[in-house]
């Protein structure tokens, strides 16, 4: 059983890590999804992330498959109060459905509740900022999803840090509730743009952090160790950017710690981020259930200083 961590500055206790939607409906049909979702439960683990959109980009499809799928499970398994559900809103639908404006949000949040077969979404997340649309008007929208039960908490995904931060002002200086969490893209090789911009703002607003890309699209998988490795997966594409002298510096100290510990370098890569103080959960997913057993152990690995430090020296930028 997974030890739990409290998100934020709410009373959701999630495991410590964040099982990935955007593969159910995609790499993954409805038997497959079931299979992997008791497999991730049945390891004691609560936390399901997804998106409206999810998954729009695969042919024949027109978003909120991935929200479908979790709500038949849901409905099936009858689980619903053990499992912790965020999704996200504001990516692009089509036909002109994205944003967060007052008048879509009320209407996004019933489409998602009707997909995941639900009451309530336990964590209701900004997928992307509509630049269009006032900060107050978003945080008054979110606020009576909250007052009439169908939401219970707020998160933001690709908002800058000021807008979070101005989001939080306002609600805070107009008795309502913010943001209690942030998704940002991070990871070993990917860690700038948190670490610089994101980092002051998660500490002095006390946001629970649900990192995605926790394993840069599988390249710390360590299967990919040259070009002749991308056609591994429908996803090698996105792995041709990391392998750079940087890239591979990374991959030579997960090798070295995994030597040392035994660990594949998947698990040391998500240990590593469970080590980091600011980060609650990182989001992961799996198309197996052996995956999902590996996945699973990285939050029972530790790692000892002197390993911690060689993987931020590797990763330095």
């Given at each position: 059983m997974a030890t739990q961590r409290?998100?934020?500055?709410?009373?959701?206790?999630?495991?410590?890590?964040?099982?990935?939607?955007?593969?159910?409906?995609?790499?993954?049909?409805?038997?497959?999804?079931f299979r992997i979702l008791d497999a991730f439960v049945a390891a004691g683990f609560n936390f399901i992330d997804t998106a409206d959109t999810y998954s729009t980009w695969v042919p024949g499809n027109s978003g909120g498959e991935s929200e479908t799928i979790i709500g038949q499970w849901l409905k099936q398994r009858g689980k619903r109060d053990d499992i912790i559900i965020a999704t996200k809103l504001g990516g692009d639908m089509g036909d002109g459905k994205k944003g967060l404006s007052a008048d879509y949000i009320s209407k996004a949040v019933d489409a998602s509740l009707k997909r995941l077969d639900t009451d309530y979404i336990d964590l209701y997340q900004s997928h992307y900022d509509d630049p269009e649309t006032p900060v107050e008007e978003t945080m008054e929208a979110f606020n009576r999803l909250i007052k009439n039960g169908k939401v219970r908490h707020l998160g933001a995904s690709n908002l800058s840090a000021e807008r979070i931060v101005q989001s939080n002002r306002f609600a805070a200086e107009n008795g309502l509730l913010g943001y209690i969490s942030l998704q940002p893209l991070y990871n070993l090789y990917d860690r700038r743009k948190f670490e610089t911009e994101y980092l002051p703002t998660v500490e002095a607003e006390g946001l629970a952090v649900i990192t995605y890309y926790a394993l840069a699209s599988g390249?710390?998988?360590?299967?990919?160790?040259?070009?002749?490795d991308l056609n591994k997966s429908p996803r090698g594409g996105g792995i041709k950017k990391y392998l750079d002298e940087r890239?591979?510096?990374?991959?030579?100290?997960?090798?070295r710690v995994s030597a040392e510990t035994g660990a594949p370098a998947a698990q040391l890569a998500l240990a590593w981020q469970l080590h980091k103080p600011a980060v609650?959960?990182?989001?992961?997913?799996?198309?197996?259930?052996?995956?999902?057993?590996?996945?699973?152990?990285?939050?029972?690995?530790?790692?000892?200083?002197?390993?911690?430090?060689?993987?931020?020296?590797?990763?330095?930028?």
């Open positions: 409290t998100l934020g500055k709410s009373d959701l206790q999630v495991s410590p890590i964040a099982f990935g939607g955007n593969v159910f409906g995609w790499t993954l049909d409805k038997q497959q999804s390249f710390l998988s360590g299967k990919y160790h040259g070009e002749a890239g591979f510096r990374i991959l030579k100290a997960l090798d609650t959960a990182p989001i992961t997913s799996a198309t197996t259930e052996k995956q999902v057993h590996d996945l699973v152990a990285a939050a029972s690995v530790r790692l000892s200083s002197e390993q911690l430090d060689l993987l931020d020296e590797a990763s330095a930028y």
